[in-house]
Structures are given as structure tokens and as C-alpha cells.
């Protein structure tokens, strides 16, 4: 079964790191593109980047640019989304996608909840 | 503000049939491939439509998707209770270089 599995839940403090991941299984990590989306409470979903397993390539929406770090491992088939400094605007549900050639997110993980309070 | 512009509400009786519009411009949807997603509550998207009008295997065929210009539309026929979910279109931006979704729709079965 074709999957993308993410990292649980995290609660975290102002100012603090976090990196989150992302496991595909069941399919060539390197073929696709894997993407990060954003879905704020009460709000829509956003793209966040985007990275190639197999070469890094990596493209970061202008509003996310600076803000996280998109990478993968491609040796463990594991893509990371990570930011330096949260903040209680990041508190969100964050999921990781699968872009295929056609343009479409196909295999999306599960999410991770990310809660920022001090 | 979304890039791609969707109603934010839609609603319907069981059996109707109901259409989600999208918007977007002549970077997006008037040159790229729409895919449209399902969120049910308390879950992950869910791929609907690709390539303006395919249906992933497993997607009943009251799901329909429509192209024209630089706008979209999903269609529901036949709407079930278990449609109630949010549904969003998306496309590339050849200006952002990146993928755009828009704003999300959510649809209640009355």
C-alpha cells in the first residue's frame, strides 16, 4: 500500500525547534516530488514547498520562504519540515503530500499537529 | 486571500445535484491541469479529481470535474449525507511556481 506517514502530535513553547517527518512506504521515495501543506484552524489549506527526494531540489511558497526548512532523507524515505523559532501563529495541522507528473497531491499522510502555546 | 477563488458555503437536499465553482487567472487555472480535494471532518484531503475531469480509481462517478477558461467546477450528482466535507480546487501557478489552492468550500447536506 502506497502511504506517507507522518510524525505525531506536538505541543511546543514560543521560541523553540521542531523538525516533523514524513515516511513514504510502499512506493520509489525518489520518484516523486513530496509537499508540505498547511491548514491553520478554521481556515483553507496552504502550500508550504516543495523538495525532490532524489536530488533536493527544493521550492518554497514566498509566503514560507525563510519562515521553515524543507529536506529529505532519501535513504530512510523521509521527507522533514522543521522551523528554528516557532511561534503560536504556527499552531496548525501540517500535512505531507505526494505530487505525481499530472500536477495532483495523490497520497497525502495523515497530518501532524503542531499546538504552540506558552 | 486565496488565489483561486471558491464560494465559501454549498449546500443541497440528498439526490440533488450541486456545483462548486473555482476561479483563478490566465497563471493558473487558464494554463495548468485542476485538481480538486475532499476533507472530511477530522481527516486528511482526499484526491477527487485530477487533470480537470479524471477521477482516481475508487471515486464514484457522481463526482465530476469541468474546465473552461480560468474558471473550474466540481459537480455532485445524486448528493449523499456522507458528501458533508470541505472541498478545495488547486492548480499550478506558473508565477508563484508553485501550486495554489483556493479557499475552500464547505458543503452541508440539508
Known amino acids: 500500500e502506497v502511504q506517507l506517514v507522518q510524525s505525531g502530535a506536538e505541543v511546543k513553547k514560543p521560541g523553540e525547534s521542531l523538525k516533523i517527518s514524513c515516511k513514504g512506504s510502499?512506493?520509489?521515495?525518489?520518484?516523486?516530488?513530496i509537499g508540505w501543506v498547511r491548514r491553520m484552524p478554521g481556515k483553507g489549506l496552504e502550500w508550504m514547498g516543495i523538495i525532490h527526494p532524489d536530488d533536493s531540489d527544493t521550492r518554497y511558497s514566498p509566503s514560507f520562504q525563510g519562515q521553515v526548512t524543507i529536506s529529505t532523507d532519501k535513504s530512510i524515505s523521509t521527507a522533514y519540515l522543521q522551523w528554528s523559532s516557532l511561534k503560536a501563529s504556527d499552531t496548525a495541522m501540517y500535512y505531507c503530500?505526494?505530487?505525481?507528473?499530472?500536477?495532483?497531491?495523490?497520497?497525502w499522510g495523515q497530518g501532524t499537529m503542531v499546538t504552540v502555546s506558552s | 486571500q486565496s488565489v483561486l477563488t471558491q464560494p465559501p458555503s454549498a449546500s443541497g437536499t440528498p439526490g440533488q445535484r450541486v456545483t462548486i465553482s473555482c476561479s483563478g487567472s490566465s497563471s493558473n487555472i487558464g494554463s495548468n491541469t485542476v485538481s480538486w480535494y475532499q476533507q472530511l471532518p477530522g481527516t486528511a484531503p482526499k484526491l477527487l479529481i485530477y487533470?480537470?475531469?479524471q477521477r482516481p480509481s475508487g471515486v464514484p462517478d457522481r463526482f465530476s470535474g469541468s474546465k473552461s477558461g480560468t474558471s473550474a467546477s466540481l459537480a455532485i450528482s445524486g448528493l449523499q449525507s456522507e458528501d458533508e466535507a470541505d472541498y478545495y480546487c488547486?492548480?499550478?501557478?506558473?508565477?508563484?511556481?508553485?501550486?495554489?489552492f483556493g479557499g475552500g468550500t464547505k458543503l452541508t447536506v440539508l
Open positions: 487533470s480537470n475531469n
Open positions: 488547486a492548480a499550478w501557478d506558473d508565477s508563484l511556481n508553485g501550486p495554489v
Open positions: 503530500v505526494r505530487r505525481v507528473p499530472n500536477g495532483a497531491f495523490d497520497i
Open positions: 510502499g512506493y520509489s521515495f525518489t520518484t516523486y516530488w
